[in-house]
């Protein structure tokens, strides 16, 4: 197992792995993706079109959101993993949301996808060997591993998570 001090990250992304306690990406993405598909299964129908301020995403939006940020992530730890040094650039998630429909999509549909895009990840993951996982790429203009990547995953559903709880389902 590597050790969290080999993370490479900049301040983008610190937050996101701050959240998360796991010595073991593995481990946290599997125990994170159980946890977040147990909070979306208990919001109310209700709730789904709820926006906590004016110009926010709602529930729904967010879900989308955390579906293409995943696909993302994913990506850039497969590039990575296949020693690949061409630099990869960043995505603009507000611009993404703007085009990506998620408003209008059903629920059950959002819950079904987060599930498989994070089997998805899980496989990916533990099919990655220490040196995939080690190799060191640009992303955004800054050096990047899939190794740090497995703990920005279940960190970015953390603070989501996080953001739901505290001002969506109050």
Same mark, same amino acid.
């Given at each position: 197992? +590597?050790?969290?001090? *080999?993370?490479?990250? =900049? ?8 959240? +998360? ?19 979306? @299964? &208990? ?10 301020? @004016? &110009?926010? $995403? ?9 579906? #293409? ?14 020693? #690949?040094?061409? %630099?990869? %650039? %960043? /995505? =603009?998630?507000?611009? $993404? ?8 999509? !059903? $629920?059950?549909?959002?819950? =079904?996808? /987060? ?14 060997? =220490? ?10 203009? !800054? ?5 740090? +990547? &497995?703990?920005? +995953? ?11 709880? *505290?001002?969506?389902?109050?």
């Amino acid at each position: 197992m +590597i050790p969290r001090t *080999e993370i490479i990250a =900049d301040d983008a992304y610190n937050n996101y792995i701050a959240l +998360i306690r796991e010595n073991d990406f593995r481990e946290a993405i599997k125990k994170n993706g159980k946890e977040f598909r147990k909070l979306l @299964e &208990g919001i109310s129908s209700k709730k789904y079109d709820h926006a906590y301020a @004016e &110009g926010k $995403w709602t529930i729904r939006e967010m879900l989308q959101h955390i579906l #293409d940020a995943e696909r993302v992530f994913a990506f850039r730890a497969l590039h990575l993993s296949r020693l #690949d040094g061409t %630099p990869l %650039p %960043p /995505f =603009d998630e507000n611009a $993404w949301a703007a085009h990506d429909g998620g408003a209008t999509r !059903k $629920w059950k549909d959002l819950l =079904d996808e /987060f599930k498989a895009v994070r089997q998805s990840t899980e496989l990916l993951y533990d099919a990655f060997t =220490d040196e995939q996982l080690r190799f060191v790429g640009t992303v955004r203009s !800054k050096p990047l591993n899939a190794f740090t +990547i &497995g703990y920005i +995953i279940p960190g970015h559903v953390t603070h989501h998570m996080r953001i739901l709880e *505290e001002r969506y389902l109050k």
